[in-house]
């Protein structure tokens, strides 16, 4: 092959790699990829990524911070998440009418201990957003201190959820973010501070 010819072929690869670059950073990103993106993040405990995710109702709500939310990480998730490690891929579930995705990542000690981090993605008008997040983060902090705690139900669950409330709540004040969403079935979420939150408990587990 000629020089000219030899030059014009290695524009020609350049041209193409910019191209197909250009491409992919179009793209819009798939909900698998941003649910992906959150639970990296999550475990990384990379609160800046996270703040790119969280629904504006709920970070104003919970007065979330980038600042309030490191220290949620630093305090209460990843503590409790130390000692596990990502078993197998994350795996997905699609619900197309609501325009959501259902994203799981197995944790396992090498004691044998497993539990899941679990989120869900919404696309909305301005973006994907994961939601509720600060909740979806305190149960996993709470079932990976306590995997056994993971086989209870009803009214058991509840008093688990209480003591770990209780055990945690200087941290949990502590760390800025004022408030919870306690999702109900067929009605609005509601946004309930430490104090309420541990009260609702405290009914509920009666």
């Known amino acids: 092959m000629k020089r000219k010819q030899k030059t014009a072929f290695a524009i020609s690869v350049c041209l193409v790699v910019i191209v197909a670059a250009s491409l992919l950073m179009l793209r819009k ?6 649910a ?4 990296t993040a999550a475990l990384d405990g990379d609160a800046c990524l996270l ?4 629904d504006n109702s709920e970070k104003d709500q919970c007065q979330i911070t980038q600042e309030s939310l490191q220290n949620f990480l630093s305090s209460i998730v990843l503590p409790s998440i130390q000692g596990y490690v990502r078993h197998g891929p994350i795996t997905f579930v699609h619900f197309e009418e609501a325009g959501a995705v259902h994203a799981k990542q197995i944790l396992k000690r090498p004691s044998g201990e497993e539990l899941s981090i679990v989120v869900t993605v ?3 008008k301005d973006g994907a957003v994961a939601s509720p997040l600060i909740r979806t983060l305190l149960l996993t902090a709470f079932y990976a201190q306590d995997p056994s705690a993971l086989k209870l139900t009803g009214m058991d669950r509840l008093r688990f959820l209480l003591s770990k409330v209780r055990e ?5 004040d502590g760390s800025g973010i004022s408030a919870v969403a306690n999702p109900i ?9 430490w104090r309420e939150y541990e009260a609702y408990l405290e009914s509920m587990a009666e």
Request: hydrophobic content about 30%; charged content about 30%; glycine content about 4%.
């Open 29 to 34: 990103p798939t909900l698998e990829e941003h």
């Open 36 to 39: 992906t993106r959150v639970i």
């Open 51 to 54: 703040m790119r995710y969280l």
């Open 122 to 124: 919404y696309e909305k």
């Open 168 to 172: 945690h709540r200087i941290a949990l």
């Open 185 to 193: 079935p067929g009605k609005e979420v509601e946004y309930l501070s």
